[in-house]
Nanobody
Framework: QVQLVESGGGLVQAGDSLRLSCAAS????????LGWFRQAPGKERELVAT????????YYADSVKGRFTISRDNAKNTVYLQMNSLKPEDTAVYYC????????????????????WGQGTQVTVSS
């Protein structure tokens, strides 16, 4: 079992920055890729970014490329999402998720493949 707890959300203005953190806990010998998803009111959940266990491979949704950066610190069991140049359309609940992988250099872009989810943190960007 893996528990995920997000933090760092809040209310900011357009153009501002935020850094989300997700702390993982629990006993597991598996390799996990980690991802950030978001869901805005009335919209489907979407993948924002994901990172392999080694951190060598990352993927970003087109809508956040060049503005968001995902990173992880395996020594701290934490994954981060640095969000710059925030826009009102980035407003959503952001979720951290973990998926077991068999290679340190792989990740998944399919939400249904993720095994564990955090409770979410609200990000609101005002115009």
């Amino acid at each position: 079992q893996v528990q995920l707890v997000e933090s760092g959300g809040g209310l900011v203005q357009a153009g501002d920055s935020l850094r989300l953190s997700c702390a993982a806990s629990g006993r597991s010998s598996s390799l996990y890729a980690l991802g950030w998803f978001r869901q805005a009111p009335g919209k489907e959940r979407e993948l924002v970014a994901t990172i392999s266990w080694s951190g060598s491979k990352t993927y970003y949704a087109d809508s956040v490329k060049g503005r968001f950066t995902i990173s992880r610190d395996n020594a701290k069991n934490t994954v981060y999402l640095q969000m710059n140049s925030l826009k009102p359309e980035d407003t959503a609940v952001y979720y951290c998720a973990a998926v077991r992988t068999y290679s340190s250099g792989t990740y998944s872009t399919v939400s249904d493949e993720y095994d564990y989810w955090g409770q979410g943190t609200q990000v609101t960007v005002s115009s």
